[in-house]
């Protein structure tokens, strides 16, 4: 309440210093002669030649093209206007009575900082992503996402432990190389040194492997290496500290291996070997499944094979309030609804009976799953070309979406109309959610960082998908006007001298008209300065 009645204060205090200077400076327009001055600039802009003209107005139109460029590539890349950003954060606070941004370091961001996820179903780097790179001479991974993934292997796979042992110091390095030659050279290097080093297995099946084959080959060669490891450690976990550091890593390494052979059989085709593997893995406990999402994984599968019982199974126990959603929960929870109506389904018939209680369970469990992540349905509906997913996503987010139609595209496709049911009626979430930014109806309201976080994660060559829509920043298509404008003006100066010259100077006194007019009016009722005035009194 005080900081909103000082600011009141220092804007008054503002407005009656700028009208006590105006009033200053019309009383001292003689000893200052104003009038004087102003004659004589009208007369030195009536003298210049259309040269200078064109000059002015050329120029003009470059600075403001190169402002629109600038503004144009910063809003394309951060999504806000480069302008409105200063004024927002270092103008505003000083004209506003606030703190500046430097002194409100207490102060918490206007950005939430959005968190983002390990992705279950990531790719293999060398299988994968590697081949797509060879053939289309694109980067699937951005920096940003690799150096995530290598945070996340020295988390992992790495314990107090290892200090003093070269092959895993050589490990801790190889996850953070940016190059993959390199990063498979120092696994090589480690396994010379200890060929029992599991680590190191698992870098050469993500990467060196070139299709899914011998990557599952590699990661059996790892789990054998890795089992030894994890019984060794079992049995001198409760010496010390960092015994039991080294078993808990060497638990990880196993559930990794196992979770990675479990999706190599997913791909494989052995659908029933997968699913049996991820639910064995769904029943672990260690601190690294929360990170992992196996549930995911099962439901893919589950999804794959045509089992809608046990999916429905695994939704009943993970799509719970106490837990957090996913695209996935959401997104298979509306499958499963939309399959019992999809087939018979008619927009014309639903619109002239109305709909059935069925039909009605299948709509609003779209719109449950459109609120929580807007972006799958062009993906899902082939409105948007799909990419690569990223190893790590946001959920709500435009990767999250990705990462999820890239696996269950076919499994809408599989369900008769479920793709009709969805492109009649995803559309009609938004009319729930005026202003997704401020207030949610299922959900909590829409994070507005998502888009800063999406670019971070996609790579340059995908167009991500933003939610809400924004509109084009104002000081973009004012930066677009005045440059247009002005090279108008400095084209038709250049053809036009004479014409224009005539133009320019009605214009100016259409401008000082009403200037004059009232200079005059003042003239008659105020004295002609503040000498006069005081030689009266």
Not at 271 to 291: G, S
Request: a neutral charge.
């Amino acid at each position: 309440m005080l900081e909103k009645e000082s600011s009141n204060l220092l804007s008054y205090l503002c407005a009656a210093w700028i009208l006590l200077v105006t009033l200053a400076i019309f009383l001292l327009r003689g000893p200052l002669r104003l009038n004087e001055n102003f004659e004589m600039a009208t007369m030195f802009l009536s003298t210049l030649t259309p040269k200078f003209y064109v000059a002015l107005t050329g120029t003009s139109s470059l600075i403001s093209g190169l402002i629109l460029i600038f503004e144009w590539w910063y809003y394309r890349r951060y999504g806000m206007s480069f302008i409105e950003q200063v004024s927002l954060n270092h103008i505003s606070p000083w004209l506003g009575g606030g703190d500046p941004p430097e002194n409100a370091g207490s102060t918490t961001p206007a950005v939430p900082e959005c968190k983002v996820w390990r992705n279950p179903l990531n790719l293999f780097r060398g299988a994968e992503y590697q081949r797509f790179q060879n053939a289309t001479k694109k980067e699937p991974l951005t920096y940003y996402d690799m150096n995530l993934s290598a945070q996340d292997h020295q988390t992992f796979f790495t314990c107090e432990a290892d200090a003093g042992k070269p092959e895993y110091e050589i490990m801790q390095t190889a996850w953070r190389e940016r190059n993959p030659a390199a990063r498979i050279k120092a696994a090589k290097e480690a396994i010379a040194l200890n060929a029992e080093c599991a680590t190191a297995y698992i870098l050469l099946a993500e990467e060196e492997a070139v299709d899914i084959v011998e990557a599952e080959t590699k990661f059996k060669e790892a789990y054998q290496i890795a089992e030894k490891s994890y019984r060794r450690s079992q049995q001198l976990q409760h010496q010390n500290q960092l015994m039991e550091s080294q078993h808990r890593r060497d638990t990880n390494v196993m559930i990794y291996i196992r979770r990675r052979l479990a999706m190599c059989a997913r791909k494989l085709g052995r659908l029933k070997e997968a699913v049996k593997m991820f639910k064995d893995l769904a029943k672990e406990v260690p601190p690294i499944m929360n990170v992992l999402n196996i549930h995911e994984n099962l439901l893919e599968c589950l999804l794959e094979m045509g089992n809608y019982a046990d999916v429905q199974a695994v939704l009943a126990k993970y799509d719970d309030i106490s837990l957090p959603k996913s695209a996935a929960i959401c997104y298979t929870a509306a499958l499963l609804k939309a399959r019992s109506v999809a087939d018979k389904f008619s927009a014309d018939v639903a619109g002239k009976r109305g709909l059935t209680v069925s039909e009605m369970a299948a709509v609003e469990a779209i719109h449950r799953a459109v609120e929580f992540n807007p972006h799958v349905p062009k993906y899902l509906l082939e409105m948007k070309p799909l990419i690569l997913p990223p190893e790590h996503i946001l959920k709500r987010g435009d990767s999250e979406a990705i990462s999820y139609a890239f696996y269950h595209l076919t499994h809408w496709k599989r369900v008769d109309g479920a793709l009709n049911l969805l492109h009649c009626t995803w559309e009609g979430t938004f009319r729930l959610l005026p202003y997704p930014l401020e207030k949610g109806h299922l959900f909590y309201p829409y994070p507005s960082c998502t888009e800063c976080a999406d670019r971070e994660l996609l790579p340059a060559f995908h167009e991500v998908s933003v939610y809400p829509k924004k509109e084009l920043p104002f000081f973009i298509l004012f930066t677009a006007g005045l440059c247009s404008f002005t090279a108008l003006l400095a084209l038709l100066t250049h053809q036009y001298p004479d014409s224009m010259g005539v133009i320019a100077r009605t214009i100016l006194n259409w401008i000082a008209a009403p200037l004059h007019f009232i200079l005059e009016k003042a003239d008659s009722v105020l004295p002609t300065s503040l000498l006069h005035l005081l030689s009266k009194m």
